[in-house]
């Protein structure tokens, strides 16, 4: 990635890494995706994170290590102890210490595979 790109994304995954690696050489070899994709992407805009869609309002609970954790969904993030945050993962992150992937800490996703 570093010898084509620069410094590569921070990821955890080795797996996606590589992934993104074969996309990018791809796209250089045969252009990417076509414009029609590149503008129906662009009309969607911005993608909301996870959660989101419950609306303001929501209330998600978590019990973890004894502690209950609640979140409540506004419409500008995720209010989690008198701090909003952008995300789920920001805050399962914060009361974990450790990195969440915040949907599936919150019981919104099944687990994997």
């Known amino acids: 990635w570093a010898a084509r790109f620069g410094p590569p994304p921070r990821l955890r995954s080795e797996e996606l890494l590589r992934l993104m690696l074969a996309w990018r050489l791809q796209a ?22 996870e959660g989101r869609a419950l609306g ?13 954790i609640e979140v409540v969904g506004e419409a500008d993030g995720f209010r989690w102890e008198d701090r909003t945050y952008p995300s789920l993962s920001a805050i399962a992150r914060a009361a974990t210490g450790t990195r969440w992937n915040g949907p599936r800490f919150f019981g919104l996703r099944e687990e994997g595979p």
Do not use: Y
């Not at 250089?28 to 994709?37: I, M, N, V, W």
């Not at 978590?62 to 209950?68: A, V």
């Open 28 to 49: 250089e070899a045969l252009g990417g995706l076509p414009p029609g994709t590149r503008r129906l992407l662009a009309r969607r805009g911005a993608i909301a994170p």
């Open 56 to 68: 303001d309002g929501a209330i998600l609970r978590r019990d973890w290590q004894g502690r209950q």
